[in-house]
C-alpha cells in the first residue's frame, strides 16, 4: 500500500466533484475554479483507536516526526510518504487555562483556554500549515515558491523555505504589515516584493504570478497547508485530556483555520474518535468584516455546497464599486475577499458556528489583558477574547461552558500597536511607562510597591 494513495483532492463543489491524485498542485479545480479538499480512503489509513494513542508519540521525541505537534499526529493527514515531510519543530504550543482573562470574558472560573500558537518558529499559527505545505511541495519537486501576506504568512514561509531548500518570494501590501513579521521576511532571506496596495490586491496578483511561472502557492487556497492546521484542533483536545471543548473561538481572515478546524472536527467524528463536534466562533474586526456581514446579514450559507454565488459577487462588485479598502489595527485580518469563504461556511454548518466583529477599541483591550494576564498576542488574535465578551453579553456561549480560544500571533510581531496603547493611553488598560529625572530621591518617590 502507498501512503500516498490513500489521499486524494476533491473539487468542494458538488456539481463538479472533480478528482484529483495528490502528486498534482494545483491550488483550484482546474475544471470550474473552485476551492479544493483534500480527501482521505481512511480504510487505508491505520488510523490509532482512539486519539490518546498519539500520547505513545511523546516517548520518541528525539525523532523530528513524532516531536512535531503536526507530523505526531499524521496519520490524520496521510497524504505523502514520510521521506518527503518537512518538519522544523512546529506545534510545541501551550493551551494555557486562564481564570483572570475568563474574568474579562465573564466566563466562570477553570472553563476559559487560552491556546498560545506564538510559541512556533516563526512566532505563529502559520507553522502547522507550512510543514505540511512544504511537505507536498517537496512530494511534487517544487523548487520555487510564493505567497501573499499580511505578514505572518510571509515570515512561516521565508523560515520553512530556507529550512527545506526551496527559493521564495514573498508579496506584501504596501505599509500594511506590522513591523516584527517584515523584519522577519527580510531576515530568513526570503525576495520581499511590497505592492502598491492591500492584501486583496498582493493575493490576485500572486496567483497569476504563480500560474505565469510556475511557482508553488502557499496561501491557505492550498488545500495541504489546512491539513497542517487542523493540528491546532488536535492539540486542543490533547490539553483537555483528550476530551473536545464546548467552543472554539478563532480570528477570521483569509478564513483557512475556520475552515481548517471544521475539517478536521468532522474527520474525528467520522473516524469516531470524538463523540461531540464543538461549536465555534469566528471572530473579525469591523473594518473587516466581509464573513459577518455575508453571514448575519445577507443569510449566506453553506446550502449543500449550493452557496448562492449571486450575493457574493454582488457583495464584491460593491466593494470594487465603493473602492473599498478594509481598516483594522489588527493588520493581520485586514482582508474584505477572504479566500476560503465557501470552506468557511462549510465549517459553520458542521460546527453550528456563529459569527461577530468586534471594534478596533475592543481588540486592543482585549489584547492588554491578554498581555497582563495570559501570554500576549498580537492585535489580530486578541479579536478572540473581544467576541468572546460579546457572545457571553448574548449569552449564546454559557459561562460555565469550556471555551478554547486560539491566539494566533505572538504578542513582539506588532510593538507599534501595543507601545502606542500604553503610550498614548487610547484603552482602559494602559500602562505607560513614567517619566523620572535622573536622581535617586525623585525616582524612588515614583516607585509604588
Ligand atoms: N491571526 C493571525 C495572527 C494571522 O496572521 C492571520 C492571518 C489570522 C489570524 C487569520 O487567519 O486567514 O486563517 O482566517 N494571516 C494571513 C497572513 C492572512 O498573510 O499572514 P485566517
Same mark, same amino acid.
Given at each position: 500500500?502507498?501512503? =500516498?494513495?490513500?489521499a486524494?483532492?476533491?473539487c468542494?463543489n458538488?456539481?463538479?466533484?472533480?478528482?484529483?491524485?495528490?502528486?498534482? &498542485?494545483?491550488?483550484?479545480?482546474?475544471? +470550474?475554479?473552485e476551492?479544493l479538499?483534500?480527501?482521505?480512503? *481512511?480504510?487505508k489509513?491505520?488510523?490509532?483507536?482512539?486519539?490518546?494513542?498519539?500520547?505513545?508519540? *511523546?516517548?520518541?521525541k528525539?525523532?523530528? !516526526?513524532?516531536?512535531s505537534?503536526?507530523w505526531?499526529f499524521?496519520?490524520?493527514?496521510s497524504f +505523502? @510518504?514520510d521521506k518527503?515531510?518537512?518538519? #522544523?519543530g512546529?506545534?510545541?504550543?501551550?493551551?494555557?487555562?486562564n481564570?483572570?482573562?475568563?474574568?474579562y470574558?465573564?466566563?466562570n472560573?477553570?472553563?476559559?483556554?487560552?491556546?498560545?500558537?506564538?510559541?512556533?518558529?516563526?512566532?505563529?499559527?502559520?507553522?502547522?500549515?507550512?510543514?505540511?505545505?512544504?511537505?507536498h511541495?517537496?512530494m511534487?519537486g517544487a523548487?520555487?515558491?510564493a505567497c501573499?501576506s499580511?505578514?505572518?504568512?510571509?515570515?512561516?514561509? &521565508?523560515?520553512y523555505?530556507h529550512?527545506?531548500?526551496v527559493?521564495? =518570494?514573498?508579496?506584501?501590501?504596501?505599509?500594511?504589515?506590522a513591523?516584527g513579521?517584515?523584519?522577519?521576511?527580510m531576515?530568513?532571506?526570503?525576495?520581499?516584493i511590497? #505592492?502598491?496596495?492591500?492584501f486583496d490586491? +498582493?493575493?490576485?496578483?500572486?496567483?497569476?504570478v +504563480?500560474?505565469k511561472?510556475? !511557482?508553488?502557492?502557499?496561501?491557505?487556497?492550498?488545500?495541504?497547508r489546512?491539513?497542517?492546521?487542523?493540528?491546532?484542533?488536535?492539540? #486542543?483536545?490533547?490539553?483537555?485530556?483528550?476530551?473536545?471543548?464546548d *467552543? /472554539?473561538?478563532?480570528?477570521?481572515?483569509?478564513?483557512?483555520n475556520?475552515?481548517?478546524?471544521?475539517? $478536521?472536527?468532522?474527520?474525528?467524528?467520522?473516524?469516531?474518535? #470524538?463523540e461531540?463536534?464543538?461549536?465555534?466562533?469566528i471572530?473579525n474586526?469591523?473594518?473587516a468584516?466581509?464573513? =459577518?456581514?455575508?453571514?448575519?446579514n445577507?443569510k !449566506?450559507? *453553506?446550502?449543500?455546497?449550493?452557496?448562492?454565488?449571486?450575493?457574493i459577487?454582488?457583495?464584491y462588485a460593491?466593494?470594487?464599486a465603493?473602492?473599498?479598502?478594509?481598516?483594522?489595527?489588527?493588520?493581520?485580518i485586514?482582508i474584505?475577499?477572504?479566500?476560503?469563504l465557501k470552506?468557511c461556511?462549510?465549517?459553520i @454548518?458542521?460546527?453550528?458556528?456563529v459569527v461577530r466583529a468586534?471594534?478596533?477599541?475592543e481588540?486592543?483591550?482585549?489584547?492588554a489583558i491578554?498581555?497582563?494576564?495570559?501570554?500576549?498576542?498580537?492585535?489580530?488574535?486578541?479579536?478572540t /477574547?473581544?467576541?468572546?465578551?460579546?457572545?457571553r453579553?448574548?449569552?449564546i456561549?454559557?459561562?460555565?461552558?469550556?471555551? $478554547?480560544?486560539? !491566539?494566533t500571533?505572538?504578542p513582539?510581531?506588532?510593538p507599534?500597536v501595543?507601545?502606542?496603547y500604553?503610550?498614548?493611553?487610547?484603552?482602559q488598560?494602559?500602562?505607560?511607562p513614567?517619566?523620572?529625572?535622573?536622581?535617586?530621591?525623585? %525616582? %524612588?518617590?515614583?516607585?509604588?510597591?
Amino acid at each position: 500500500m502507498s501512503m =500516498t494513495g490513500a489521499a486524494y483532492q476533491k473539487c468542494i463543489n458538488p456539481d463538479c466533484g472533480a478528482e484529483f491524485d495528490c502528486g498534482q &498542485a494545483m491550488f483550484k479545480c482546474p475544471q +470550474c475554479g473552485e476551492l479544493l479538499d483534500i480527501r482521505y480512503n *481512511w480504510d487505508k489509513i491505520e488510523v490509532p483507536g482512539k486519539l490518546s494513542d498519539f500520547a505513545k508519540r *511523546w516517548a520518541n521525541k528525539d525523532r523530528p !516526526l513524532d516531536f512535531s505537534g503536526v507530523w505526531r499526529f499524521r496519520e490524520l493527514l496521510s497524504f +505523502c @510518504e514520510d521521506k518527503y515531510k518537512v518538519t #522544523i519543530g512546529e506545534g510545541q504550543t501551550i493551551l494555557q487555562q486562564n481564570d483572570a482573562v475568563a474574568e474579562y470574558a465573564e466566563v466562570n472560573p477553570g472553563r476559559l483556554y487560552l491556546q498560545y500558537e506564538g510559541l512556533n518558529p516563526s512566532g505563529s499559527f502559520k507553522d502547522n500549515g507550512m510543514a505540511a505545505a512544504f511537505s507536498h511541495a517537496k512530494m511534487v519537486g517544487a523548487a520555487s515558491s510564493a505567497c501573499a501576506s499580511t505578514g505572518n504568512t510571509s515570515a512561516s514561509v &521565508a523560515l520553512y523555505a530556507h529550512s527545506c531548500g526551496v527559493k521564495c =518570494t514573498v508579496f506584501i501590501g504596501s505599509g500594511r504589515i506590522a513591523f516584527g513579521k517584515l523584519s522577519q521576511s527580510m531576515d530568513y532571506g526570503a525576495q520581499t516584493i511590497q #505592492i502598491l496596495g492591500d492584501f486583496d490586491d +498582493c493575493m490576485r496578483q500572486v496567483q497569476d504570478v +504563480c500560474t505565469k511561472l510556475g !511557482l508553488y502557492l502557499l496561501n491557505s487556497l492550498n488545500p495541504f497547508r489546512l491539513e497542517g492546521q487542523k493540528a491546532i484542533m488536535y492539540r #486542543i483536545i490533547e490539553g483537555l485530556g483528550w476530551t473536545t471543548p464546548d *467552543w /472554539i473561538v478563532v480570528p477570521g481572515g483569509n478564513l483557512g483555520n475556520s475552515s481548517a478546524f471544521g475539517k $478536521a472536527f468532522y474527520e474525528l467524528k467520522q473516524l469516531g474518535l #470524538i463523540e461531540r463536534i464543538p461549536r465555534m466562533a469566528i471572530i473579525n474586526a469591523t473594518g473587516a468584516d466581509t464573513l =459577518t456581514d455575508l453571514v448575519n446579514n445577507k443569510k !449566506l450559507t *453553506w446550502n449543500d455546497g449550493k452557496v448562492d454565488q449571486t450575493i457574493i459577487d454582488e457583495y464584491y462588485a460593491d466593494l470594487t464599486a465603493r473602492n473599498f479598502s478594509p481598516h483594522t489595527c489588527a493588520s493581520a485580518i485586514e482582508i474584505s475577499r477572504p479566500v476560503n469563504l465557501k470552506k468557511c461556511l462549510r465549517s459553520i @454548518e458542521i460546527c453550528d458556528g456563529v459569527v461577530r466583529a468586534v471594534t478596533d477599541e475592543e481588540i486592543v483591550d482585549a489584547k492588554a489583558i491578554i498581555g497582563k494576564y495570559g501570554l500576549g498576542c498580537e492585535p489580530a488574535s486578541a479579536v478572540t /477574547i473581544a467576541g468572546l465578551k460579546h457572545l457571553r453579553a448574548e449569552n449564546i456561549i454559557g459561562g460555565d461552558e469550556r471555551i $478554547a480560544c486560539v !491566539l494566533t500571533g505572538h504578542p513582539l510581531k506588532d510593538p507599534n500597536v501595543t507601545v502606542n496603547y500604553h503610550k498614548e493611553k487610547q484603552g482602559q488598560f494602559n500602562n505607560p511607562p513614567i517619566e523620572a529625572p535622573n536622581d535617586l530621591d525623585a %525616582i %524612588i518617590k515614583l516607585i509604588k510597591n
